[in-house]
């Protein structure tokens, strides 16, 4: 009778503690769901820590990855600056070898530079704009297409919606205000039609002054990461420093079409050294050349 008890009493024993076990993890799980759901716990998610559109202070975090060769140009990758404007900057877009190749292409054909006139749609010298510069055709040799063929890429715009690559020097104290680059007249969509996106390309670092400076970005334009350095102009809006070989692409169009208030930008003024830079102006067409 007693070996028989014990062995009934036995397995009950067992079966209600792995019960008790079991309710207690159910309980468990929907203590954990209730809590989820309350939102007091959350999973861990690393795409949910993504900064918000201008929030400029997270764009240094804001990186892509696009280092390939070993073609002189060093490491390279795409920051994300602003997206309204959408403006982006390519690190070591252009070798050094290709910066003084352009410099030294241009130099000897540097004129005074003009804006266009928005009533006649013709140049016009200008004081908002006191650099000097030229133009270098679309295509004009092997090292120009190689340039053109990686503008193309970066930008997803094709090579034949680009106008000739300008190039530009500024001397101390020498600027361009600020301006729009799509056209506000008829005559000068003629061609290509709209403006839609630029690409400016630092051939030289510059000292002192020389940002690229968008004063109608949105955000918090004194949170990035290199504020301290900027000029009193470059602080007046959201800017990029020059850097030999940095490409910074903008968008003078939202992506609905529509022209962008917010790529309103200028050169800020030179205040020591030297700012030669490069600019590629994309339609929305074919731009014939
Ligand atoms: C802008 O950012 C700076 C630097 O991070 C900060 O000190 C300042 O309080 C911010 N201003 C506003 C209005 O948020």
């Not at 207690?24 to 929907?30: A, C, Q, V, Y």
């Not at 680009?162 to 729009?180: A, P």
């Not at 004194?222 to 504020?227: A, I, L, Q, T, Y």
């Amino acid at each position: 009778m007693v070996v028989k008890g014990r062995h009934s009493r036995g397995p009950s024993r067992k079966s209600s503690s792995s019960t008790l076990i079991f309710a207690l993890l159910i309980m468990f799980s929907f203590l954990i769901l209730i809590l989820l759901a309350l939102g007091i716990l959350s999973i861990p998610n690393n795409s949910g820590d993504s900064p918000k559109p201008n929030d400029l202070s997270s764009i240094v975090h804001n990186t892509l990855d696009r280092s390939d060769g070993h073609d002189g140009r060093g490491d390279q990758w795409v920051e994300v600056i602003s997206w309204e404007p959408r403006a982006f900057v390519y690190h070591n877009f252009l070798s050094k070898d290709e910066c003084e190749y352009l410099i030294n292409l241009a130099k000897p054909h540097m004129q005074k530079s003009t804006v266009v006139d928005s009533a006649t749609g013709k140049s016009k010298d200008s004081r908002v704009r006191t650099s000097s510069g030229t133009f270098l055709a679309r295509g004009r040799d092997k090292i120009i297409q190689k340039i053109e063929k990686r503008l193309a890429d970066f930008t997803f715009i094709p090579v034949d919606h680009g106008e000739g690559l300008q190039i530009l020097h500024y001397e101390v104290g020498q600027k361009y205000e600020s301006h729009y680059d799509y056209f506000l007249d008829e005559f000068n969509t003629q061609n290509g039609g709209q403006r839609i996106a630029t690409v400016l390309m630092y051939l030289s670092d510059v000292e002192e002054g020389g940002e690229t400076v968008f004063p109608a970005a949105k955000g918090n334009f004194s949170s990035v990461p290199w504020w301290n350095e900027l000029s009193e102009c470059g602080k007046g809006g959201l800017s990029v420093k020059p850097k030999m070989g940095d490409a910074l692409l903008f968008w003078s169009m939202k992506p609905d079409g529509t022209q962008d208030p917010s790529s309103l930008h200028g050169g800020c003024p030179v205040i020591k050294g030297n700012k030669w830079s490069s600019t590629k102006w994309m339609r929305v067409n074919e731009y014939k050349a």
